[in-house]
């Protein structure tokens, strides 16, 4: 079906999007004929283990249909996404005339980065609704130890096949559940960066996405059953998630202060040589945090703005609480840190009309975002992610520090509720 018929709102012409998508039983079967309309042979299919396994039906069909005229590159399991394994891809696929990805957050980042670099269309053959990148116009990339997003060209096609869908690992999908929690937030996040610093702003994409992840939101106990159904509302809203991010330009819309703390945790993961966690898993427990620092935030009717420190006082606290990672921070920091003065001005003279409009938001308080975790069976505890108390205190005061984008996080210390109140929120956050 063409793109416009999964969303409840008009999608405007002329963005770079995937011209049709495929999701239902048996959506797979469809591989080789959707193969042959938008990809030119020779092609190369990009999977990891796990995921050629679970496309095994779909992968028979296409090897038929492209009998010879494709070669296969299978990643490691514990592949990332980073500049080395884009530029891997890269090397194998020269020649080629197309990718396909078969698989999801991972395998798709890599295909999507390395067929944008070649100049070459690709099809995305989803093997989980784990994530919201199927149909964005970005991938986040591990670049020298920073985790950024860089814009990158859309899959022609998606193919997400409910019955591989529902085969998938569960905490796949629960983690697909937690990647979208945090729109309702992040969506306030990027109105304040709008407001604040003057980045770019659009209604559109918020109603583009919202009526799906209301619907999944309240589909969430289908979840842990493996119910079609949820599957399915899952799926729309997952792709309608990364449509909403080409309408607006950015990943504004659907990231914000909590997947700050996620690309954090990620990137001292990276750092420390230990393995990752499930991206969305991590958005869903960080979410409730910065659920809980907003409910703080806009308690304060008459605040007293701190001013901010100088940038050798900053660039030392950041040296300091990021170490290995310092020298690679501190770039976005001092972006950020240029506003400060101007943005601190802007905040004393406009916090009534700003708190009011954050207020119209209606940004849910933890205890009911919490809810469709417990309902699907998802993570929402720092335990359930083998993360301390202290480590997600420390997340928390120096999530700010990663990118030059405004979010709660900088409002929060611009506001004196962190460094603190960190504690307190944390409690209020329930995590």
């Not at 842990?224 to 799926?235: C, D, I, N």
Request: charged share 20%; glycine share 10%.
């Amino acid at each position: 079906m063409r793109l416009q018929d999964l969303c409840v709102a008009p999608i405007p012409p002329g963005f770079s999007l995937p011209e049709e998508v495929f999701i239902h039983p048996g959506a797979g079967d469809r591989l080789g004929e959707v193969a042959s309309r938008y990809l030119n042979p020779p092609l190369l299919v990009l999977s990891d283990e796990n995921t050629r396994k679970a496309a095994l039906g779909p992968m028979e069909k296409f090897s038929r249909a492209f009998s010879g005229q494709w070669r296969e590159m299978v990643l490691s399991g514990h592949a990332h996404t980073d500049d080395p394994t884009i530029a891997e891809v890269m090397t194998e696929g020269r020649g080629i005339g197309g990718i396909l990805a078969v698989g999801s957050g991972t395998i798709n980042d890599i295909a999507k980065a390395a067929a944008t670099r070649l100049g070459v269309p690709y099809l995305a053959l989803g093997t989980a609704a784990s994530m919201n990148g199927y149909a964005s116009g970005i991938v986040a990339v591990t670049s020298n130890g920073l985790k950024t997003t860089l814009a990158a060209t859309p899959p022609r096609a998606i193919l997400l096949d409910t019955e591989i869908l529902c085969a998938a690992p569960l905490e796949l999908t629960q983690a697909g559940l937690g990647d979208l929690l945090s729109k309702p937030v992040s969506l306030a996040d990027w109105w304040l960066s709008h407001q604040v610093e003057g980045a770019a702003y659009s209604e559109l994409p918020g109603r583009i996405v919202s009526e799906a992840i209301d619907s999944i939101l309240a589909e969430a106990a289908g979840i842990p059953a493996r119910s079609p159904s949820a599957l399915e509302t899952l799926a729309r809203a997952v792709v309608l998630s990364g449509v909403s991010m080409v309408v607006a330009g950015s990943s504004g819309p659907a990231s914000g202060g909590e997947h700050l703390i996620s690309h954090l945790w990620d990137m001292q993961a990276l750092a420390a040589g230990r393995p990752l966690r499930l991206h969305g898993a991590q958005v869903g427990v960080a979410t409730l945090i910065t659920s809980a620092l907003y409910q703080r935030v806009l308690s304060i009717r008459s605040p007293e703005f701190v001013p901010p420190r100088l940038w050798e006082a900053e660039a030392e606290r950041i040296g300091a609480e990021h170490g290995p990672l310092a020298a690679t921070v501190l770039p976005e920091a001092e972006q950020k840190h240029r506003l400060a003065a101007k943005r601190l001005e802007f905040l004393r003279r406009e916090w009534a009309g700003i708190r009011e409009r954050l207020v119209s938001f209606g940004i849910p308080s933890p205890d009911r975002l919490r809810k469709p975790l417990l309902e699907a069976g998802a993570p929402h505890t720092l335990a359930e992610l083998g993360v301390s108390r202290e480590e997600a205190r420390q997340t928390l005061l120096n999530a700010r520090d990663i990118r030059s984008r405004y979010t709660v996080l900088d409002l929060a210390y611009e506001l004196g509720v962190l460094p603190y109140s960190a504690e307190e929120v944390l409690g209020e956050s329930g995590v």
